[in-house]
Structures are given as C-alpha cells and as structure tokens.
C-alpha cells in the first residue's frame, strides 16, 4: 500500500536549487508545508561529482545575504581572489603570458563551494527549520491537477512507496528534468559546448607554477593567486582551476564541440594527452598528482533552453531543470537566485488570493529575457578566447553589464517590481542592444586582431570605476535612487562601447565600428 501525504510545495530534487528554494520559502512561510524529494542519500561526500563550485556576486549574495549564510560560507569554504585568466596556449611559464585579474581582493565578497559540504549543511538546515527533506527519494510520476484541483506525486522514499498531494510542485531534478521531459518543454538554445571536469585530491597552486619574484609580488597577498577561479585559455577553450574548502581542486575543460571534439578528452588519459598539447602547465601538476584523482566525468551539449518556467497552474521549474547557459561566468546559481525568488513571489501571490497566470507570464517574460542577454555573452564567442586582449576588454564590458544592470535589480531586491522595471524598459532594452552590438563587435575585432599575448598583468585594480561599480552593489537605495543608478550605468556602457571601439580602431584601423559610438569618452578608461 502507498502512503498518502499532503503538503504545500513538493519539491522534485534536493540539490541546490531544491534546498535553497526549502529554505527561502521557510523564512518567508512560517506554516507553509514543504516535501523535498532527493534521489541522493545524504551526507553527500565531500568534493561530490556536481559542479558549480564557483559563485559570482548574485549566486553569493543569494546565499550569503537573502539564505543567511556567510558565516558557513566563511569558516567552511574560500573566499574567491576573483576571476583570473592566462593566456597560457602551449606555454610553460605563466609570467611569460597576458594576465588578467585584481592584484587585490574586491569589495564584495565571493566563494568557492565545495558541493558537498554546502549541500549537507543545507540539507540539516532544512530539517533543522521544519522542512521534510527526504533523501534517497526517487520520483516515479507526477500527475498535475487541473484548476483548484491538487497535484499528486509518485514516489519511492528509501523503498517504500509513497503518494503525496500538493498545492504547489515544484522541479528541482535537474538534468533529470521531470517536468520537462513530461510536459515537452526542451528547448535548443544554438550553443553547442563540451565539458570535462574531475577533481585531485590536492592543491594545485598556481603560485607555484614560476619562480618570478615579480610576477609574485603584482598581487597583495602573495602566492594566493590559488584562491581564484583560475582560467587557462586558448583558442575555443577554457580550463579551469577551483579550490575547495575540503582542500581538494576542481579541475575542468569547456569547449566550443566544433573546436575541441569530445572524443580527444572523453577520459582522464585523454584529458592528459590534451592538456600536454594545450596547458602543459595543468597537465604536469595533474600527473603529479594522478593517484590523488577523485572521480572523472564529461557531458556534450551542456547548455539548452526551455519552453516554460512558471505556471499559473501551480508549478514551476527551476535551477538545471529548467535552463543551463554555460559554466563561464558561473551563472548557474545567479540563476537559481531569481528563478526561486520568482517561485516564492507567485507562491505568495496565490496564498493571497491573487489571480496567478498574469504575473506567472509577467515573470517568466523577465526570466527569459536576462537569460536570453545572458545567453549572448557565449553563442558563437568561444573563438575569442584565444586573444588577449580582446577577451579582456569583453570580460570588462561583460562585468559592466552585469553589475550595471542584473546585479542591481538582484541587490535591491527590484526582480518583482512591476512597476519600476515597467519604468525601466528602455533603458534595459538599450542595454541589451549595446551588448549584443558588442559581443558582434568583438567577434569582428578579433578576425582582425593580431592577437598579442605579451607578459604584463592587466590589473582590474587600476579602473577605479570599475571597482566602484563593485563596492556599490550594497548601497541601500530607493526606489528613485535605483532609477538613477540603472540610468546611469547604461549610460556609463554607452561611453565604454566608444572607448572600446577608438582603442579597437587605434590597433586595426582599417577595423569597421558599423553603427557603434566611434568618439571615446575619457569617463571610462580602460588599461594602458
């Protein structure tokens, strides 16, 4: 016999979108009856086979400031030395290549996560705070009710069979994307990438790569170039190097598949052959320490879209279950971050009594639009980090984008303003029509770019601007302060694409701007 339960929101999956969605619902819903379903059985290991150890400033302020959890943050994981990129193609020495990066920590705060660790603390957290986590769940079916009528799921809860009936279901599967595969909703997105990824179970310091002193000392603290997300770079590539709090490092390649094919890293003695090509730097400090591997794994087509998110018929999809855009500028728990507020606004809304299919597609609609302008920081643009100093003048304007503009309605807690997003409108729409003009721009740059790849450091340290739209993401403002600040970040954006472009021009000039702004502005410099 199956065992009927009831319940407010079942959650399909455990992991971090599912748990962090448990809790955020708890702080807001004292009473509100959660499941959550998990196919794992807790504790998980340490350094588990998930990645997504890297977190940028929305995915970190979710869940340090909106979760509460900076003090776990702290004592058990790392605080990131931000983003780092070598130019390191075929190279052995990196104080011989371009680098990018801060030469000291920026004011807000980021993370490396080991999963592991964070995923078990959330898990007793969410029993801890009266939630029903059930590990070792696998889901069997799900049947959605029409109008008033519940939604019923099917389940297998450490063997034994159970039925549970909810308001509200919610998918948090994953890849394994329960409500996606039953209701049709995959979606190609037109970005084919590959990724390999393992994790040793030791530090692979990048500090200890070289022996210049003066490479050292460009960065305060020295040799703790190690606590950042280490980016190798080459044409079609990108390699990355993650500490982690359980002291082991995530090591991984994504690739553009019409570049770099699977089958030449689909093991880890392929992987090795590759690096040895590509970053022999990597490669000898992988096997050195080969006998300390943890586990290996690939996945082809990475990133895909979906149909729909969020239902007026009380259902929703978030984290991997729904969209993947790509492991680059770790976007993946940004994601989770504004799809779970979206989830716990429309659960709100209909305690309320309110009607839910409008502000559903009204939603949906802002979710699909920062990932589509998300999406087009990747689609077709893995060519270009072969070169230097294109990809670095992209990473800068990527960062403006979103600080500028995501970063700010996450931070003011704006993602469910309907009304100042309304005000808003063209000015996000200008800011979406600039950074597609760029990334083209920047496409065509590089076809004509010498592609120079010399040993100087561009410090992110030296654009004061810059740092400053960093330390502004905690200002409290209003909500006429808000419309300021948007308005005049996009502004900022529009000056930066002219300097971009007279500083593109000054090195080709035979390079075409098309349509974009051709007079710098001194207000936003860029490196010497």
């Known amino acids: 016999m199956s065992e009927n339960l009831q319940a407010d929101v079942v959650i399909l999956g455990g992991g971090l979108a599912g748990l962090c969605l448990a809790l955020q619902l708890r702080q807001r819903f004292a009473d509100l009856a959660i499941i959550v379903l998990e196919r794992n059985t807790h504790p998980l290991p340490i350094a588990a086979h998930k990645v997504g150890e890297s977190k940028v400033e929305i995915g970190a302020h979710y869940l340090a400031d909106t979760l509460g959890l900076r003090k776990h943050l702290d004592e058990a994981h790392i605080r990131k030395f931000g983003f780092r990129f070598f130019w390191s193609e075929g190279h052995e020495d990196l104080a011989g290549v371009t680098e990018l990066g801060v030469s000291s920590v920026m ?66 599967s994953g890849r394994a994307g329960i409500l996606k595969r039953k209701l049709d909703l995959a979606e190609d997105n037109g970005h084919d990438g590959n990724a390999v990824w393992f994790r040793i179970d030791a530090m692979l310091a990048v500090d200890d790569w070289t022996d210049d002193v003066d490479w050292s000392e460009r960065c305060v603290p020295r040799r703790e170039r190690w606590r950042s997300t280490n980016h190798l770079c080459g044409p079609g590539y990108w390699a990355w190097l993650i500490p982690l709090g359980s002291g082991a490092h995530s090591v991984g390649i994504v690739c553009d598949a019409r570049m770099h094919p699977m089958e030449t890293m689909n093991s880890f003695e392929r992987t090795l052959e590759w690096l040895g090509k590509h970053q022999p730097l990597l490669a000898k400090a992988c096997e050195a320490e080969r006998d300390k591997l943890m586990d290996f794994r690939f996945l082809r087509g ?6 729909q998110v969020f239902s007026g018929n009380r259902w929703a999809l978030t984290g991997e279950a729904g969209v993947f855009l790509d492991p680059f500028y770790s976007p993946g728990s940004d994601f989770i971050a504004i799809s779970n507020t979206y989830i716990c606004e429309l659960i709100a809304l209909e305690r309320a009594g309110k009607p839910l299919g409008p502000y559903a597609r009204i939603y949906e609609q802002l979710y699909f639009s920062f990932y589509a302008n998300t ?8 060519a270009l980090f072969g070169d230097a100093e294109v990809m670095s003048i992209k990473v800068i304007w990527d960062y403006t984008y979103y600080w500028g503009v995501l970063c700010q309605l996450v931070f003011q807690n704006r993602l469910t303003d309907i009304a100042l997003l309304g005000d808003l409108q063209s000015d996000l729409a200008e ?76 090195a080709c000039p035979a390079l075409d701007a098309g349509t974009l702004p051709s007079r710098a502005s001194v207000a936003t410099p860029l490196f010497a």
């Not at 969410?126 to 939630?131: K, L, M, S």
């Not at 519940?150 to 279901?169: C, L, M, N, S």
């Not at 999406?375 to 893995?382: A, E, Q, T």
């Not at 990334?439 to 654009?463: G, Y």
């Open 302 to 307: 990475y990133s895909y879209g979906c149909k």
């Open 431 to 506: 800011a979406a029509r600039l950074n597609l003009d760029m990334q083209a721009f920047f496409r065509h740059w590089a076809e004509l770019s010498p592609r120079p790849n010399d040993a100087v450091m561009f410090d992110q340290q030296d654009l004061a601007w810059f740092v400053g739209m960093n330390a502004s993401l905690h200002d409290e403002l209003t909500d006429a302060e808000v419309r300021l600040r948007v308005r005049h970040n996009v502004g900022l954006m529009r000056e930066l694409s002219a300097t971009i472009v007279a500083r593109a021009q000054a």
């Open 375 to 382: 999406m087009s920081l990747y689609r077709d643009n893995y």
């Open 107 to 172: 004011p807000t705060p980021t993370w490396q996560i080991d999963r592991g660790i964070l995923e078990n603390h959330l898990g007793e957290l969410a029993r801890e705070r009266g939630i029903d986590f059930r590990d070792n769940s696998v889901v069997r079916g799900v049947d959605l009710g029409e109008g008033d009528a519940a939604h019923e799921v099917r389940a297998t809860v450490q063997g034994d069979a159970k039925t549970f009936t909810a308001r509200w279901v919610i998918d948090a």
